[in-house]
């Protein structure tokens, strides 16, 4: 990769957080609007905007649940946990409650592996998960 692409994908990158934090998440019309800018094909931004599990392509929940799914988690009770908050809040991954209220998502490190298994909601890492602690983590969740 030249050093004209690396600057232009790091501008990408650092344009499509903004416009998450701004929006919420990464409409096709701001992801067209972002490639436009850099004068970059559509389809390499819309790339980079679904590989990274922190940015969105859909509107997403008040409160963002991201489940751990890499190795050291995965093989610490990751199907107790993704049951758990399955039976709480009546989706499954990749879903948003009708209300709004929660999306959840699997994703990879989130960097708690000494914790581990470990959940992100929002900005907040919770660990040493049981059934009962995940319902109780999730009902501070309004
Ligand atoms: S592997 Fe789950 S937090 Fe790192």
Redesign the pocket.
């Known amino acids: 990769m030249s050093k004209v692409q690396e600057t232009k994908q790091t501008d990408l990158l650092e344009r499509l957080k903004q416009a998450q934090h701004r929006y919420g998440y990464l409409s096709e019309k701001t992801i067209a609007r972002i490639a436009k800018a850099l004068d970059m094909p559509i389809g390499e931004a819309y790339g980079v905007a679904t590989f990274y599990s922190f940015l969105d392509t859909k509107p997403q929940g008040r409160n963002i649940i991201r489940v751990?799914k890499?190795?050291?988690?995965f093989l610490k009770d990751y199907q107790m946990i993704t049951d758990s908050i399955e039976g709480e809040i009546g989706i499954k991954p990749g879903e948003t409650t009708p209300d709004g209220r929660f999306s959840f998502q699997l994703t990879n490190?989130?960097?708690?592996?000494d914790k581990?298994p470990?959940i992100m909601i929002n900005s907040d890492v919770h660990s040493d998960l049981t059934p009962d602690k995940i319902a109780q983590i999730l009902r501070a969740y309004k």
Not at 70 to 73: A, E, F, Q, T
């Open positions: 751990c890499s190795l050291p988690c490190c989130i960097g708690a592996c581990a470990a």
